[in-house]
């Protein structure tokens, strides 16, 4: 019988467990949903339109997995003849038993004999057992003081009683309650004689288990004192000493029993308590979903031709500010200065603590990706004399011979659109000429190409 409740409670606490997770997947699929919904809210119509079909189909699905897993978690459907009253399941019973006998029916199915704990629940039964009393699971025990106490089948606390008026009595007989007279209250008659059945579903039917198994060993612990008396010499009757060694096997066996269910029954509780708390989250966020869903569809409502006019010209002027973006940071914000390189503006500018002719110099800054530095603004003339702290260097200013003279000439071409000559400069002569920069004066200066100098690249 111990291993028969423990199977029982086992198996309970599996499909609570199965419950969980199959709550827990239904959860995180809502979520995920939830997310790509809250990612829908960002993008253009014609993709939400689109993407809000798929979802809309997707959660229309999940919807009605969402009903049957409530169905089957919250509202555990009743068998077939069996009516449900708040979380519980009921059954009448046609057939006519005594009250153990009544009692054995309702645990082959599950269930035990009422236990009513509120008014609501009492006038429930009352509808229920409108044919004739019925037996309940209230009963009256006597206990080892020879105290009597009326009891529920789970040893709950008598919270409400409906007795009729006079009632209860106590008796020396076995005595349990019916419900219920014509005025919807208790009566009480022997155990013995049959009536009809009431049954309930209750999750501590358990208890009922373990309690008759405690009410067995005290009946066996009796009958063995009362043969003890009986027979002095019992003690050096073989069959006496095995009787008690049995009798010792079999309290040590309930005991460990009584261990492995409460350790299972502390686990199915703290299983059940996880799932109704993942239960309540699941109901929040499906809660949020549908007020996410109700805002998407308020956006949806915008007008097509409007929202897919505005859409055509946000995507023209986007383009055109993408291929700007890319031009600017190709111009200005595209290249890092390499390490020893300064920038300025959409340059960078090395300044070399070497010495080489004006050509050297240039093969120098080739060799670097770059060329003498082409000075263009007053700014950027400011910029050089800070990085030329210590004497003329190079810079890609240079004299050329032509058909008929020499000119001054920028290494790229570009024409002088400022100078910033020392006075009395350039002059010509007949030896090829360069410039540096900058004398004390911030100014440029001539000098042979051949001459050794530092000098200044730009890229």
Known sequence: MYLLIIAGLYTRYISVTLEKDELKTRYDQLNNSYSQLQELMSIDYSQLQSSYKILRENHSQLQEEVKQLRDKIEGKWCPDGWRRFGGSCYFKSDEKESWEGSRDYCRQRGADLVVINSKEEQKFVTELSVDGESWIGLQLKWTEGEHAKWEWVDTSPLTEMFWTPGLPEYSLYRQAVTCCNQQGQWTQSLSEPECQIHQKSTREQEEEEEEQVEISED???????????????????????????????????GVMYLLIFAGLYTRYISVTWEKDELQTRYDQLSNNYSQLQELMSRKNAVDCSQLQSSYEALSRNQSQLQDEVKQLRDKTEGKWCPDGWRRFGCSCYFKSDEQKSWEGSREECQQRGADLVVINSKEEQKFVIELNVRGDSWIGLWEILTDREYIW????????????????????????????????????????????????CEK
Do not use: M
Not at 431 to 444: E, K, L, M, P, S
């Open 219 to 253: 009946e066996e612990h009796h009958a063995d004192l009362r043969s003890h008396e009986a027979n002095p010499h019992t003690h050096n009757n073989p069959v006496a000493v095995k009787r008690r060694c049995f009798s010792a096997a079999t309290v040590t066996l």
């Open 409 to 456: 000439e920028w290494v790229d071409g570009s024409p002088q659109a400022q100078t910033f000559w020392a006075p009395g400069l350039p002059q010509d002569d007949n030896y090829r000429q360069a410039a540096t920069c900058c004398n004390q004066q911030g100014q440029w200066t001539q000098s042979d190409y051949f001459i050794d100098k530092s000098w200044i």
